[in-house]
């Protein structure tokens, strides 16, 4: 089954506690991309990334980094939390060249 | 900058009225616009895309269409039912940008 898979689905953490949240693709995009929803001011982009080792700022980077090394795999870092990125995080593929998006289930994620 | 305004916020409608979600863009310079379903808990699933080159595209019960020169697209549900009950996003493509969503309720 094609999809998009992020985990956790759920985390809660502290304020400068690293941690990552991954999601996976078995499409075979090229492109992924990370966005943030939060009331009142939709779905933001964080990072997208045309490639492998291709990645660029979205709208809203600040406080996150991601990477690209594999075609399948684009993780969303938080080096050191703080509760303003308390949201909840989706990732999304789609083929080059294609144009419809395929999201994953999101993370909702908790800085406390 | 890109701007994607959905009115109404929200929408309320006993099942089996049709109805017209709006969905407003500053920029014209778009390379299609994409409408999307939310359910609570889950993401975002794809339902129609209209290319910049288009005027509607349809599915089922709904239809939805672009007027590029007005800046307007707007998502037709036909014989609304309970199921349909959901958040649903616009987005246009040149660089992704969001509206902020429609949250619809069918009551049965």
């Known amino acids: 089954e094609a999809q998009v898979t992020q985990n956790p689905r759920y985390l809660i953490t502290v304020t400068g506690k690293k941690l990552t949240v991954t999601c996976s693709q078995n499409m075979n995009h090229e492109y992924m991309s990370w966005y943030r929803q939060d009331p009142g001011l939709g779905l933001r982009q964080i990072y997208y990334s045309m490639n492998v080792e291709v990645t660029d700022k979205g709208d809203v980077p600040e406080g996150y980094k991601v990477s690209r090394k594999e075609k399948r795999n684009f993780p969303l870092i938080l080096e050191s939390p703080s509760p303003n990125q308390t949201s909840l995080y989706f990732c999304a593929s789609k083929a080059q060249g294609g144009e419809k998006l395929f999201f994953g289930s999101g993370t909702q994620l908790s800085v406390l | 900058k890109q701007e994607v305004t959905q009115i109404p916020a929200a929408l309320s409608v006993p099942e089996g009225e049709n109805l017209v979600l709006n969905c407003s863009f500053t920029d014209s310079a778009i390379y299609n616009l994409q409408w999307f379903r939310q359910d609570p808990g889950k993401g975002l699933t794809s339902l129609l895309l209209i290319q910049s080159s288009q005027r509607e595209q349809t599915s089922g019960r709904l239809n939805a269409s672009l007027d590029k020169s007005s800046g307007r697209s707007t998502l037709y549900i036909a014989a609304s039912q309970p199921g349909d009950s959901a958040t649903y996003l616009c987005?246009?493509?040149?660089?992704?940008?969001f509206g902020t969503g429609t949250r619809l309720l069918v009551s049965p």
């Open positions: 987005a246009s493509f040149q660089k992704l940008v």
